[in-house]
């Protein structure tokens, strides 16, 4: 078999006195869509914020690509921080949508997606903002480009952040809820170039509440529930009859119209 | 009052205008730097920061004037009374502006910074095009308004030997005896600057706006 995507060894994530997330021990494929469901409060987010070390774990490793992410931990449990550098180099390797969008409102669309190729990958303006173009144009929003993101829809603003990750070219996917700010309207179109991507072949990681699109689009389901992974696998696996009571319990909650299939 | 004597008061303006504009513009670069040590989580520079403020906020600014122009010639550095004037209203617009900038700062919502950290922005980065731009935009009008109180204090810098346009009038009026006229001209160009400071910070202020949320 070929190495993961990204391969999570006995992750343990604390804040203080709190363990949020517990020996998680997941594999995520390459170039298929896994998708982490779970009740609110799971660790879902912490999970994923891991992932793209905006939190540091209290122990464990992550591997991306096979190389490690801010950490190596060798068989005995001895830790330590990779040099800078290194972790930058390895955190290049996946892109982050989040479920605020967090897009910079003092750049138009353009500008927030050609930021980082100016700034961090030393891209000249004229080369930086065609790539940029290109990317605004594969979300549907070529149209947009000098548009502030207060001019722009929540649908609209969460396809600029999407095209924003994707002009850095990562491997990896990360998406954190990324239609659960936006109207019911709006998801559809957020989750449209998701399937685009998917279906390009790119490695997804998403953290959704919509349990139509896990269930339609995800290869890998991972259920998460009190910082423990309960289980991981095929939507067919996890969605047959009969379920664990937990996940019964998460599905009669979180059931949209997409999931009644599955009822 | 004659032409000629509201000529001088004019000229005295321009003196009063150009150190006050170098010293807000020095003193907002300063203040960046206070913000930016403020937010970088280490203590050797939080703490002298933190100093800094406390103690151009604390003591008046007439004394930090006659404490520069006063103290630099002890110490074997001669200079001019214009240099000691932009000094002391820089160091103190400086620490004003970057308590103005706080509150600022802390606004930033923290996903746009998380947004330019996975982006692969270094700190110094992400400070520059993020942080300082969006803070200043949530602070202006207080910039603005600190740019008023400077030129208003900027009538403390004749202490150096400055003729700006209050000592100026203090001169014409008491050579001319003829105060009233005098005063009132003065009132009333100082008035007219700040007018359009304001104008001009609201102006500015919405097409910032227009360029955000
Ligand atoms: N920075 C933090 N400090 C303390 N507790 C946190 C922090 N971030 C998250 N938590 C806690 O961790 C748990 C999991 O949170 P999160 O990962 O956001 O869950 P989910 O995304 O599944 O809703 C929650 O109980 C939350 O309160
Ligand atoms: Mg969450």
Redesign the pocket.
Same mark, same amino acid.
């Given at each position: 078999m070929s190495v993961p995507a990204i391969a999570i060894r006995k992750l343990v994530k604390r804040?203080g006195e709190?363990t949020?997330l517990q020996d998680i021990d997941l594999e995520i494929p390459e170039g298929k869509v896994s998708c982490l469901i779970?009740p #609110?409060? #799971?660790?879902? #987010?912490?999970l994923l914020r891991c992932l793209a070390f905006l939190e540091e774990a209290t122990s464990g490793m992550i591997t991306i690509n096979g190389e490690a992410l801010g950490f190596f931990e060798d068989a005995n449990g001895r830790r330590e921080r990779l040099p800078a550098n290194q972790i930058r180099a390895v955190r290049t390797k996946t892109g982050m949508v989040f479920q605020q969008f967090n897009l910079w409102p003092h750049m138009t669309a353009l500008g927030n997606v050609s930021e980082a190729l100016k700034l961090v990958r030393k891209v000249p303006k004229a080369e930086a903002e065609e790539r940029a173009m290109v990317q605004l144009r594969k979300v549907g929003l070529e149209n947009r480009a000098g548009h502030y993101p207060s001019q722009l829809s929540g649908g609209q603003q969460q396809r600029v952040a999407i095209a924003r990750a994707l002009a850095l070219e990562p491997k990896i996917m990360l998406f954190d809820e990324p239609t659960s700010a936006l109207d019911p309207e709006l998801t559809g179109e957020v989750l449209n170039v998701m399937r685009d991507l998917a279906s390009e072949g790119m490695t997804m990681v998403v953290?959704t509440h919509e349990i139509g699109f896990a269930a339609s689009v995800g290869q890998q389901i991972s259920f998460?529930d009190h910082g423990r992974l309960l289980f991981s696998g095929p939507p067919a696996e996890i969605f047959a009859k009969p379920r664990h009571p937990r996940l019964e319990q998460f599905l009669d909650t979180y059931l949209d119209r997409g999931a009644s299939m599955l009822a | 009052m004659t032409p000629k004597l509201f000529t001088l008061l004019l000229e005295a303006a321009l003196s009063t205008l150009g150190i006050s504009l170098v010293s807000i513009a020095i003193g907002f670069v300063i203040a960046m730097l206070l913000s930016a040590a403020l937010l970088s989580g280490k203590s050797i520079y939080i703490l002298p920061a933190r100093l800094f403020i406390s103690f151009f906020r604390g003591v008046p600014l007439l004394v930090q004037l006659l404490l520069i122009y006063t103290l630099l010639p002890v110490i074997g550095i001669n200079v001019p009374g214009i240099v000691a004037a932009i000094v002391g209203l820089s160091l103190c617009t400086a620490a004003y502006q970057a308590e103005n900038l706080r509150g600022g700062f802390a606004s930033v919502p923290p996903g746009l910074i998380e947004a330019a950290d996975v982006a692969g922005f270094t700190g110094a980065q992400t400070f520059i095009r993020i942080r300082a731009p969006i803070a200043l935009r949530l602070t202006f009008p207080a910039l603005v308004n600190e740019a008023i109180m400077i030129l208003k204090s900027s009538s403390l810098v004749s202490v150096v030997g400055i003729i700006e346009i209050t000592k100026m009038a203090q001169d014409l009026a008491s050579s001319t005896y003829q105060p009233i006229p005098i005063f009132a001209s003065a009132a009333l160009i100082y008035f007219v600057i700040n007018s359009a400071i304001a104008l001009l910070g609201r102006y500015a202020e919405r097409s910032l706006k227009g360029a955000s949320a």
């Open positions: 804040f709190t949020v779970g #609110s409060g #799971s660790g879902k #987010s912490t953290v998460l | -």
